[in-house]
């Protein structure tokens, strides 16, 4: 088990280096003449001063020259002094996700997150549960920021709830072999899933003791973790490949939310 006093945060170097559109200063010369720039880095300085600092930032890569600098990213905070203690020493530090761009493309757009520090991975929650929070850049104010994340941390007992169905629900055999099967379909399309052969049984084998455990968080955590990382080999045209870690956190996003939608549907 990790201690959170020797989780360090991210400095303003750091962040430059994984995301230097962060810092950007005025936006990409495509956004309508109405377009108002505000600078990612003014919204963390904003959430610094709420208590949450940033443990970790991601940038796509810029598709087209005009849009390098400005493309979308992600900046993902985390506060030490709100926390989920579950049973069995299972902390969940509730996590604030901000996905933004500098090309007029993209709101301030604030998610959900979960990190676990059992297996150390970042979960989404599901807007099923815990709706986006949207601010446009005109108009953007601390009060608003201030306003907004409040109403999002009176929103954790919904979490809390969430959690405590999932680890009050146990999965018979074939229950956690249908989540299993139903959990790929949020990373393959339907017609992939047809042509390729995955052993169930290895995508619901725990990678650690903690996991070893037939109740719905247990078993959702482990699928999340395989899916999310790539830890499983799949057969297809008769050749065994290795699945890939998933590392384009818009997509990340999406199977993160799925999933949690996914096993609130198993929970009691």
Request: glycine share 4%.
């Amino acid at each position: 088990m990790l201690d959170l006093s020797k989780v360090d945060f991210l400095n303003n170097d750091q962040i430059r280096e994984q995301a230097p559109c962060v810092f950007a200063q005025k936006a990409s010369k495509e956004v309508s003449k109405h377009y108002t720039h505000i600078p990612t880095i003014k919204v963390i300085n904003d959430m610094r001063t709420l208590g949450w600092d940033v443990v970790d930032v991601k940038e796509v890569k810029a598709r087209k020259t005009s849009t390098r600098g400005f493309q979308k990213h992600l900046v993902v905070f985390r506060n030490p002094e709100v926390v989920i203690n579950g049973k069995d020493n299972d902390t969940v530090f509730p996590q604030i996700l901000l996905t933004n761009s500098h090309d007029g493309k993209n709101a301030f757009t604030f998610t959900a997150g979960l990190f676990r520090m059992i297996c150390e991975n970042g979960l989404v929650i599901s807007t099923s549960t815990f709706e986006d929070v949207k601010m446009r850049h005109m108009g953007y104010s601390f009060n608003e920021l201030q306003v907004q994340i409040r109403e999002m941390v009176e929103k954790l007992p919904l979490t809390v709830e969430s959690l405590n169905k999932m680890q009050a629900t146990e999965l018979g055999k074939n229950q956690a072999v249908e989540f299993a099967r139903k959990a790929l379909s949020t990373r393959f399309p339907k017609d992939e899933l047809k042509r390729i052969k995955i052993d169930l049984k290895d995508i619901l084998t725990p990678v650690r003791d903690e996991d070893k455990g037939s109740d719905l968080w247990s078993v959702f955590n482990v699928v999340q973790e395989k899916i999310i990382t790539g830890d499983f080999d799949y057969k297809v045209a008769g050749k065994v490949r290795k699945a890939r870690e998933i590392k384009n956190f818009k997509q990340d996003q999406k199977i993160n939310k799925e999933l949690f939608d996914l096993a609130l549907e198993f929970a009691n």
